[in-house]
């Protein structure tokens, strides 16, 4: 099993930058992609960015998309998520998730591990 745990949320302008961090331990040799998703209340979870683990090819929801930076350290197990130009539609719970399977996908039910979720608020 592997066990991500995030961290970097907050609250903040909007125009402002965050940056949330995953740690990864346990099996980290089964990872093949890590994802953001994120959750408002009432909605489902959504995808915003993913990243394989060791190539570092990022893929980018279109509403996130030159806004958002997805990034990797493989000597620390952790994956980042910079977020600029924050704009309060960008206000959830932002989760990192982990996915052993070569092909890419959006559905949240395709990934096998799960952070506990942090929570980003942009206000205007």
């Known amino acids: 099993q592997a066990q991500l745990i995030e961290s970097g949320g907050g609250s903040v302008l909007a125009g402002g930058s965050l940056r949330l961090s995953c740690v990864v331990s346990?099996?980290?040799?089964?990872?093949?992609?890590m994802a953001w998703f994120r959750q408002s209340p009432g909605q489902e979870r959504q995808f915003v960015a993913s990243i394989t683990w060791r190539a570092g090819n990022t893929y980018y929801a279109d509403s996130v998309k030159g806004r958002f930076t997805c990034s990797r350290d493989n000597a620390k197990n952790t994956g980042y998520l910079q977020m600029s130009n924050l704009k309060p539609d960008d206000t959830a719970v932002y989760f990192c998730a982990s996915s052993p399977k070569v092909y890419w996908s959006a559905i949240a039910g395709d990934y096998d591990y799960w952070g506990q979720g942090t929570q980003v608020t942009v206000s205007s």
């Open positions: 346990g099996e980290t040799a089964s990872i093949y992609r």
